[in-house]
């Protein structure tokens, strides 16, 4: 759930609760003042009745006048208390009114204030009721109400719109926030910019995802140096050991056995190297270090690559089926040499004697296939030093093959189908 | 030839010396700035063995001096770095090639013969072996006046072979100068077999001398005097 959305929707029950509770004390409230006025009125006329009956001496006429009526009944002496209640009152139609006439007999009850007192007269002691009708008093009540509500909730749209309007743009420093952290990668060279903002709070959070970018990228440059470092500090003894190698061969005569072990060390010290070398590149890729950018003809690329492989395929009695259409890339030929070597070379090497392989290249994909085991290979093909077990590879071919991809903006991915290893590098995700 | 060995690392230099040696070349060595660039200036040499990284200074300042003197020796660059700029700015600076570490004896050999080739053999681009005729700028072989037809690797090969004659060339060698050191089919070297058997048969059927010789399992020597 949205910021907003959670506010909005906390903020839209507790003021509906809020209306709710002091919609009903503002009515009772109204009702009350309301009430108490009409209770004055019902006084000033039982006083009007006392001072009438205080004068003459006799009940005054029961007459009707607007909304108001007075009735007297005898009652026993003593029996009457005075109160004020709700009750109904009669309300007779008005005589010329020819609309309503028919509708009912003769008039309707509708609500009203009523008062109850007493009065003596003479020696007989009379209960009187006058009631009033409350019917405007309601009204108005109503009327009141409806505007007070109509406003608070006039008020509430108001803001509830408001703060959609000025909390989107509120979280908008927050949003490019969270747009850059997305985009972030330690490896890359771009930086998280300033935030131009007048909140404090999205300004120091914008400062602390700066510095903490910065602190992960120093680490991981400082992670790289060293890896680079190590890498280039082991190439000189390795040099010397090869060169040590070479020199050896030529001091003559030689056992089986003695040949057999010089052969085993040149073998582990060139893939020593390799992997070494691929340490180096693997670093330089994520420097973007090799940045030198041409327009590539896969086409012709590939078919020398072929070529290149001419023997190796012939030696493992591969069938090799290839079908190249045109294809220019903008990227550097050598990391695109090394991308086409590893995955050539790998369908080569994990591919069983008399085995297939397929090379198609087509305007949006590059696809590598080969025949070999009948088992998919894990998804952690991609990591670094994953090596399928007896490989004499590296364990980073793939990992770099990757990298060169994603360097140049394609993706590379693998799949398994129908008994073929299936690498596929995709151009359309990129520039071509 | 005379060739000066501009490398701080003893083993290394110590190998090149012994290899180069052998063969009747005449070998120096420097293994510091100040030393190599007093030899530089003393002396002229065919080709310099030129390490970047030196105690002492830049080893691009040594190539820099040689050429702002006009002078006209070979210069190879060996460094352990395998970048792209430094590799440019070694050729563009007048490097005649450049060999990243770590690499075969025999590799260093026949790229350097290979300038001494160029820097010696101005305008002649006959490199002649006993019966055997190269045509480096045709890439044709002949023995006597009969056309060797070889693929472009089999050419390759007997061009690495000639350069390192009297050496043992080890497999891993050959593998990595046909096909890169990119190439990781150290356990199935018998395409390489198989080339060797084509070369000599095309060039004994043409009348050549049968020169490679298998070595101990570990490599070829090419013989011959």
Known sequence: ?432 | MKILIIEDEKGLRESIEEYFTEDGNICETASDYQTAMTKVNLYRYDCILLDITLPGGNGINILKSLKENGHPDGVLIISAKNSLDDRLEGLNLGADDYLVKPFHLSELKARVSAIIRRKTFSGSNLLIFNEITIDLLAKEVKVDKTLVKLTRKEYALLLYFIANKGKVVSKNAIAEHLWGDGIDMANNFDFIYSHIKNIRKKLMEAGSNDYIQAAYGMGYKFTGQ
């Open chain 1, 1 to 432: 759930m949205r910021l907003l959305a959670k506010y909005n929707r906390v903020n839209l029950v507790t003021t509906i609760i809020m209306i709710l509770i002091t919609g009903a004390i503002y009515y009772q409230a109204i009702s009350w003042i309301l009430t108490n006025q009409k209770d004055k009125d019902l006084a000033i006329e039982e006083q009007e009745v006392f001072d009438y009956v205080r004068s003459n001496h006799q009940l005054p006429q029961t007459f009707e006048s607007n909304d108001q009526q007075i009735t007297f009944a005898e009652a026993a002496p003593g029996s009457v208390k005075r109160e004020f209640v709700n009750t109904m009152y009669f309300k007779k139609w008005d005589q010329d009114d020819v609309h309503e006439k028919h509708r009912h007999k003769n008039g309707e009850y509708e609500s009203g204030r009523g008062l109850i007192t007493s009065v003596t007269v003479g020696n007989k002691y009379y209960k009187i009721l006058i009631v009033e009708s409350k019917v405007e008093t309601e009204d108005l009540i109503r009327l009141i109400f409806t505007i007070t509500i109509g406003v608070i909730l006039l008020l509430l749209l108001v803001l509830l719109v408001t703060n959609r309007l000025i909390l989107n743009r509120l979280w908008q420093p927050f949003y490019k926030i969270m747009k850059e952290l997305r985009l972030f990668s330690v490896a890359d060279t771009r930086d998280i910019p300033k935030l131009k903002t007048s909140i404090d709070e999205f300004k120091e959070l914008n400062q602390v995802v700066v510095e903490m970018a910065s602190r992960a990228k120093h680490d991981y440059k400082d992670l790289k140096t060293f890896a680079e470092n190590a890498s280039h500090e082991l190439l000189t003894p390795i040099a010397v050991i090869n060169s040590k190698l070479d020199t050896l061969i030529q001091t003559e005569n030689f056992s089986d056995r003695q040949s057999k072990l010089l052969n085993d060390l040149y073998s582990a010290v060139s893939r020593l190297n390799r992997l070494n070398q691929s340490l180096l590149l693997l670093v330089k890729i994520e420097n973007r270090l090799l940045h030198e950018q041409k327009r590539i003809n896969l086409h012709e690329l590939v078919e020398e690559m072929i070529i290149q492989f001419e023997e190796i395929f012939q030696a493992k009695d591969l069938k090799l089926t290839y079908r190249l259409g045109d294809k220019e890339i903008y990227a550097s030929s050598y990391l695109v040499e090394i991308l086409l070597n590893n995955l050539i070379s790998n369908a080569i090497r994990h591919n069983h004697n008399g085995g297939e392989v397929i090379i198609n290249l087509t305007d949006q994909h590059l696809l590598i296939q080969n025949t070999g085991d009948q088992l998919p290979l894990p998804n952690e093909i991609f990591t670094r030093f994953h090596k399928s077990s007896g490989s004499e590879g590296s364990g980073l071919g793939l990992t770099i093959s990757r990298q060169i991809c994603e360097n140049f903006g394609f993706s590379l991915n693998y799949y398994f189908k129908e008994g073929y290893h299936t690498f596929i590098v995709d151009f359309k995700e990129g520039h071509s």
